[in-house]
Nanobody
Framework: VQLQASGGGLVQAGGFLRLSCAGS????????MAWFRQAPGTEREFVSR?????????IYADSVKGRFTISRDNAKNTVYLQMNSLKPEDTAVYYC?????????????????WGQGTLVTVSS
């Protein structure tokens, strides 16, 4: 599956953005789908994952729990990350990925496909 991430931009603290990850070539619901992010000078970190198919399990990093929501629109073959109450520390390049597993959602080697990343900048 090919993944195309979009929706990043510049927003003030407290604002919101919705990121999209459009799939092509395969159905994204065939995969667990996740979002990761990488801030300047740091390693890429796990943000959220939604299970494949009818396994609608959703997992969030503690740092975004209660503020971010992952969802999937099968008709549009797209996964979303709704980000509310944004903080300057949310500034990063956000990547979507396909694969992984429920028990180790942050293990990046388990993800077979990656999008190109979209930049989110949150100003204070």
């Amino acid at each position: 599956v090919q993944l195309q991430a979009s929706g990043g931009g510049l927003v003030q603290a407290g604002g919101f953005l919705r990121l999209s990850c459009a799939g092509s070539g395969r159905t994204v619901s065939d995969y667990g789908m996740a979002w990761f992010r990488q801030a300047p000078g740091t390693e890429r970190e796990f943000v959220s994952r939604i299970g494949r198919g009818s396994r609608d399990s959703r997992i969030y990093a503690d740092s975004v729990k209660g503020r971010f929501t992952i969802s999937r629109d099968n008709a549009k073959n797209t996964v979303y990350l709704q980000m509310n109450s944004l903080k300057p520390e949310d500034t990063a390049v956000y990547y979507c990925a396909a694969g992984g597993n429920f028990w180790y959602p942050g293990r990046q080697d388990d993800y077979n496909f990656w999008g190109q990343g979209t930049l989110v900048t949150v100003s204070s």
